[in-house]
Each structure stands twice: as structure tokens, then as C-alpha cells.
T-cell receptor, first 110, second 116 residues
Framework: DAKTTQPNSMESNEEEPVHLPCNHS???????IHWYRQLPSQGPEYVIH???SNVNNRMASLAIAEDRKSSTLILHRATLRDAAVYYC???????????FGTGTRLQVFP | GAGVSQSPSNKVTEKGKDVELRCDPI?????LYWYRQSLGQGLEFLIY????????KSGLPSDRFSAERTGESVSTLTIQRTQQEDSAVYLC??????????????FGEGSRLTVL
């Protein structure tokens, strides 16, 4: 499975944008980029995924580099509820297995 | 409810005992996953079921761990002769997609296992 690298932790103030980076230099052409987040004492929840083009949904935006070797999850206005561990995961077409790394712990301050 | 349901939510057992953890996936979801999360750590993949295919057991840490799934419904994760290092939250997830790499996983709240 291709690996991802994320910073261990990041901090943000409430209502500011947050850019969570992820490096995946060994990504293959058929790998999708998925993001999940895990709020305290809960199971992970899906955030967003993409292949080549940037993606937007109600939760976040995903910006994918042209060479696909990195991506950035963008929270446009952080709220206290966004404090969580954010996981960037590569998922190959042909398998449903999802391998989580250690993620980035995001702290949001009022 | 409509989500993934796990039971028990908390289990305390003595070292050497066997435990069974149950997962009820979302109705109609063909894929089912078990993960383990030790305190302060990330998620460790254990096993994956997809329809009637042979399960992917590549993440099971030892032969004390086994899991079964009846058709596309309930799954049971069994840990035999529990050890203290088995203490963790065991998370179950289910998904609709098959081999498309796009399907969203829905997680349960987890079963917290404490081995004394």
C-alpha cells in the first residue's frame, strides 16, 4: 500500500481557514485520496475524496497537486467542533481495504 | 437505528478469558471491516469481509484473533485467551462499494476492551 505523510499536529484559531497537508510521493495512477476525521471518543467519519481534480463538499475542500504527490484538506472556517485527528489515506481501485496512518491532530482555539 | 451498531460498548475481562465482540452493519452494505485502536494510537486494520469472497485476514495480529460474518449481516470478532496488550477500542465499519475505491466507510462507536 502506498504511504502518506502528515504532520503530527496543527493548531488553528476559530473561524480561520485551516490547510492540512499530506504527502504521498509514491501514489499510483489508480489511487484515490481519501480523508477521514476522528472526533474525540468517536469512530472516524468520512470527509472527502478525490482522484485528480480538486473537490468541494459541505465539510471541506480537497486540493490535489498536479503531479498528485501531495494534497491539502482545506477547512474554510474552523470551528471548535473541527478539533479532531485527520487521516489522509490512499485507496487503490480494486480493493476496498483502507489503511489508516497516524493522522494530524488539529487543535482549534476560541 | 440506521448506523453501524457495536456491542458491547465496554467489556472488562480477565487475562486468559475469551471475548466476543459483535458488529451489526448498515443494512445492504456488502463490505465490513474491523479495526483496532490502542490508546492514543491510530487505527490498525484487522480484517475485511466483502460479500461471499474470502475475507482479507492480513491484519489479524495472531491466531488468537478470528472473525466471522454471516452472509452480509452480523459479524463477530473473537479474541481467545486475551492478553493485556489486547486492551483497545475495536471499531467496525461497513460500506456499500466493491472495488471502486470511492465508497464511504461508516464506523460504529466501537467496543472498548480492557483486559486486567
Amino acid at each position: 500500500d502506498a504511504k502518506t505523510t502528515q504532520p503530527n499536529s496543527m493548531e488553528s484559531n476559530e473561524e480561520e481557514p485551516v490547510h492540512l497537508p499530506c504527502n504521498h510521493s509514491t501514489i499510483s495512477g489508480t489511487d484515490y485520496i481519501h480523508w477521514y476525521r476522528q472526533l474525540p471518543s468517536q469512530g472516524p467519519e468520512y470527509v472527502i475524496h478525490g482522484l485528480t481534480s480538486n473537490v468541494n463538499n459541505r465539510m471541506a475542500s480537497l486540493a490535489i497537486a498536479e503531479d498528485r504527490k501531495s494534497s491539502t484538506l482545506i477547512l474554510h472556517r474552523a470551528t471548535l467542533r473541527d478539533a479532531a485527528v485527520y487521516y489522509c489515506i490512499l485507496r487503490d481501485v480494486g480493493t476496498d481495504k483502507l489503511i489508516f496512518g497516524t493522522g494530524t491532530r488539529l487543535q482549534v482555539f476560541p | 437505528g440506521a448506523g453501524v451498531s457495536q456491542s458491547p460498548s465496554n467489556k472488562v475481562t480477565e487475562k486468559g478469558k475469551d471475548v466476543e465482540l459483535r458488529c451489526d452493519p448498515i443494512s445492504g452494505h456488502t463490505a465490513l471491516y474491523w479495526y483496532r485502536q490502542s490508546l492514543g494510537q491510530g487505527l490498525e486494520f484487522l480484517i475485511y469481509f466483502q460479500g461471499n469472497s474470502a475475507p482479507d485476514k492480513s491484519g489479524l495480529p495472531s491466531d488468537r484473533f478470528s472473525a466471522e460474518r454471516t452472509g452480509e449481516s452480523v459479524s463477530t470478532l473473537t479474541i481467545q485467551r486475551t492478553q493485556q496488550e489486547d486492551s483497545a477500542v475495536y471499531l467496525c465499519a461497513s460500506s456499500l462499494a466493491s472495488g471502486l475505491a470511492t465508497g464511504e466507510l461508516f464506523f460504529g462507536e466501537g467496543s472498548r476492551l480492557t483486559v486486567l
